[in-house]
Every structure is written in C-alpha cells, then in structure tokens.
C-alpha cells in the first residue's frame, strides 16, 4: 500500500499540473472550454509527443476514475436546492441529462477503444523494429 501511494502522488501531481495549466490558458484566452477538458488536451498532446508516458499517468488517471461518483454529489445538491426550477423545466433538463450521458457513454467508449487499438498498434511496431535489429 505504501509503494503504491509513492507513485500515485506524484501522478496525481502531474495530473494537477495539466489542469491548472488548463486553468491558465482558460483564464488568459477566456475559452468557453472548462479547465480540466483543456488539461486533458494538453495531457493528450503531451502523451502522443512523447514528453509524457502513459506509464506516468496511469495509476493516478485509474485512481481518479476510480472516485468518480464523487464528482456528482454537487449536481444532486444543486438539484435539491432548485426544486422549483426542476418541477416547471424538469423534462428539459432530464432529456439534456439523458442525451449528454449517452454522447459522453459514446465518446468515452470509443476513446477508449482506439487508444487501446493505438497502444496495440506501437507494441507490435515496437515488437517489429526489434526483430529487425
């Protein structure tokens, strides 16, 4: 447990660092994108650069996604605290929930499936240019 936390630290350092770079860019250009989504572009072009590894990020970006339901306990509060607005626009706001989960569901998922097909795709080459060496 304690190996595990002395890698994980510096990895959720790191990814604290894309987001508050993330922060800066949209502080400074007034983007209508949010910080984290901007670090996450900066994470990306970094890990297809080279001048990150995945192998740096892994764990933490595992951790975080591990506690994601955690990051909801805000919207349910806000939904509490409008139950006004809720009751007279409700159906509008549930169709934008419903509709915006599944594009996340989509995105998320084949996001996931080409990098993994990506990954597979530089092992073999690597696998390959060994041989040829």
Not at 94 to 121: A, C, F, P, Q
Request: charged content about 10%; some cysteine.
């Amino acid at each position: 447990m304690g190996f595990q936390l002395l890698k994980l630290l510096p990895q959720l350092g790191l990814l604290a660092i894309f987001w508050w770079c993330g922060n800066l860019i949209h502080q400074k250009f007034s983007l209508p994108i949010s910080s984290g989504i901007l670090g996450m572009f900066l994470l990306l072009i970094c890990l297809f650069a080279g001048w990150v590894k995945l192998e740096q990020v892994a764990l933490g970006a595992n951790a975080v996604l591990a506690e994601l339901v955690l990051f909801f306990v805000p919207i349910v509060v806000a939904v509490v605290q409008y139950k006004q607005l809720f009751l007279t626009e409700g159906w509008q706001i549930v169709v934008s929930i419903g509709i915006g989960t599944m594009l996340v569901m989509l995105s998320t998922s084949l996001t996931i499936h080409y990098t993994y097909r990506l990954k597979k795709y530089w092992h073999v080459r690597k696998r390959l240019q060994h041989r040829m060496h």
